[in-house]
C-alpha cells in the first residue's frame, strides 16, 4: 500500500531507566477512537434483548445504581457475553495480525492455515466420539487447535520457516483438516450432529463468567510479550538477512509469535467456535486506518474487538426477530471484503 511523503508525527517518551517508546500519534489516535467504538457497542450491545435498556440504563446499571432486575440481567447475562466478545475479537484480531506479519502475506490468517479448522476438529472429535460437556469441548478446541499449529510448524521448518512455505503448509493442513471434519460431522448420531454445526457456525450464545476468566487472563499474559518482540517482528517483514544484520535472533522471535499467535486464536475458537475472517480483516482495516507500515498489533487488537461486538448486535437486531450466530455475519462481512480487496489488489496489478 502506498504511504504518503508527508512526514508522520511521531512523539518519543523516555524514562527515568533509559527506555524510550516511539509513539505514532495516527496509531495512537485510531487506537483511542477503536477503543471508544468497541465500548460503545458494548453498551448498545448489552441494553439489546428481549427485556431493553436505554445507553443510560446500562451505564447507571454498571455504576451500581441498577434495580435488581436489572442487575441481574446486565451482570449475569448479557455482560459475560460482551465481555467474551471483546476479548475473542481481541485475539483473533492480533492472532491475525501476527499471521499476517510472520508469514509477510495478506491472506496468512487462521482461517487460511488451518489453524481455526485444527481446533474445531478437536472440538468435534470430543463432541462426536465422547459427547464430551462444553468445558471438554473447550479443552477439545484448544488441544487441537495448539496440535494444529505444531503440525504447521514442523512441516514448514527447513532451516528457518518462510512466509510462502508457511501459507503453502498450512493451506494444505486446512483441506486435511476440513476432511477430517467433514467425516467426523457424517459419523455423528443426530443429535451430536446438530450440536456440532451450531458450534460450528461461531456463536457468543449462552457464554458466561467461566470463559471470562482464562480468556482475560491468556491476554494479560501474552500481550506484553507479544507487544515486547514488537521491534523484531517489525524487522522480520524485512527478510531474515537484515533482521540477522540489526541484532534480531529470528528464530527465536518467530517461535514466540507463532506460538502466541496460536494460543490467542486456538483460546478464541475455543471459547466462541470458529468466527471466521474477523483474524483475516480486522489487522486490514487497521493497517488501512493507520497508514502505518509493520505489524499494527494494537490497532488489530482494538480493531477485532470493535468488529466481533458489532456484528454481535447486527446478528441480533438486523434480521428481526431471526437471531443469527455472529458467525454467520462475520462470515458475509468477511467474505464480502476479501472478493473486495482481490479485486483492488488486482486492478493495482500486485496479483
Same mark, same amino acid.
Given at each position: ?42 453498551? !448498545? ?115 528457518? !520457516? ?23 460431522i457424517t459419523k455423528a448420531d443426530f443429535v451430536d450432529a446438530a450440536r456440532a454445526v ?63 499467535? !496460536? ?72 467474505? !464480502? ?15
Amino acid at each position: 500500500m502506498k504511504t504518503s511523503g508527508t512526514p508522520r508525527a511521531v512523539r518519543v517518551l523516555r524514562t527515568p531507566g533509559g527506555l524510550s517508546v516511539r509513539l505514532d500519534l495516527r496509531t495512537c489516535t485510531v487506537v483511542a477512537l477503536l477503543v471508544v467504538a468497541a465500548l460503545a457497542a458494548s453498551v !448498545v450491545l448489552i441494553g439489546t434483548g428481549d427485556f431493553p435498556m436505554s445507553a443510560a440504563d446500562v451505564l447507571r446499571t454498571l455504576a451500581g445504581e441498577g434495580n435488581p432486575g436489572q442487575e441481574f440481567i446486565v451482570r449475569e447475562l448479557r455482560l459475560p457475553r460482551v465481555l467474551v466478545g471483546l476479548l475473542v475479537g481481541a485475539c483473533l484480531g492480533l492472532g491475525g495480525a501476527l499471521f499476517q506479519s510472520i508469514s509477510r502475506n495478506p491472506l496468512g490468517s487462521p482461517d487460511v492455515l488451518g489453524l481455526s479448522q485444527g481446533a474445531t476438529a478437536g472440538a468435534l472429535i470430543v463432541i462426536v466420539l465422547f459427547s464430551g460437556s462444553a468445558a471438554a469441548v473447550t479443552l477439545g478446541a484448544l488441544a487441537g487447535g495448539l496440535t494444529t499449529g505444531l503440525a504447521i510448524y514442523l512441516l514448514a521448518w527447513k532451516r528457518g !520457516v518462510h512466509g510462502y512455505r508457511l501459507v503453502l503448509v498450512g493451506i494444505g493442513v486446512n483441506a486435511v483438516a476440513t476432511a477430517v471434519n467433514g467425516y467426523l460431522i457424517t459419523k455423528a448420531d443426530f443429535v451430536d450432529a446438530a450440536r456440532a454445526v451450531v458450534w460450528l457456525t461461531g456463536s457468543l450464545n449462552g457464554r458466561d463468567w467461566t470463559q471470562v476468566g482464562p480468556l482475560f487472563a491468556l491476554c494479560v499474559v501474552l500481550l506484553p510479550l507479544v507487544l515486547g518482540c514488537a521491534r523484531g517482528l517489525r524487522m522480520l517483514e524485512m527478510g531474515d538477512d537484515i533482521s540477522y544484520a540489526l541484532g534480531v535472533h529470528v528464530e527465536r522471535v518467530r517461535l514466540l509469535m507463532l506460538g502466541s499467535a !496460536v494460543l490467542l486464536v486456538a483460546a478464541a475458537t475455543a471459547a466462541a467456535g470458529p468466527v471466521s475472517f474477523v483474524a483475516l480483516t480486522a489487522p486490514q482495516l487497521a493497517r488501512r486506518l493507520t497508514r502505518s507500515p509493520g505489524p499494527n498489533l494494537m490497532p488489530s487488537l482494538c480493531m477485532g474487538a470493535a468488529l466481533l461486538v458489532t456484528a454481535d448486535w447486527a446478528a441480533q437486531r438486523a434480521f428481526g426477530a431471526d437471531q443469527l450466530p455472529v458467525g454467520v455475519v462475520t462470515g458475509v462481512l468477511g467474505g !464480502v471484503y476479501l472478493l473486495w480487496l482481490l479485486v483492488t489488489e488486482r486492478r493495482a496489478g500486485r496479483i
